[in-house]
């Protein structure tokens, strides 16, 4: 069994900042990819950021030259550093893993959420 656990959510003014974090702790062999997705109310979850065991990354549209996503391998930990923030960026904010619990077996899991909220 895996576990994610995020934090950093919270409310913050237009321009501003804030660090998302997401830790993944249990069964793990290795962890093979790890992003993050956020959803507003009525719309469908999108994806935002993924960064992958060989170090690369990748962004959605939206935010790219605005957020950036960072990886401690050590601590199974992924971050995602938000800057200049927009009302539009408001929504919960997931964290996915992909991890193989097993050498033959691929497991995505996710996390509970944390609420971002961009506002005057």
């Known amino acids: 069994q895996v576990q994610l656990v995020e934090s950093g959510g919270g409310l913050v003014q237009p321009g501003g900042s804030l660090r998302l974090s997401c830790a993944a702790s249990g069964s793990i062999f290795r962890v093979n990819s790890m992003g993050w997705y956020r959803q507003a109310p009525g719309k469908q979850r999108e994806w935002v950021a993924t960064t992958f065991s060989g170090g690369s990354t990748n962004y959605a549209d939206s935010v790219k030259g605005r957020f950036t996503i960072s990886r401690d391998n050590a601590k199974n930990t992924v971050y995602l550093q938000m800057n200049s923030l927009k009302p539009e960026d408001t929504a919960v904010y997931y964290c996915?893993?992909?991890?193989?619990?097993?050498?033959?077996?691929?497991?995505?899991?996710w996390g509970q959420g944390t609420q971002v909220t961009v506002s005057s």
């Open positions: 996915n893993a992909v991890v193989a619990v097993l050498i033959t077996k691929q497991t995505d899991y």
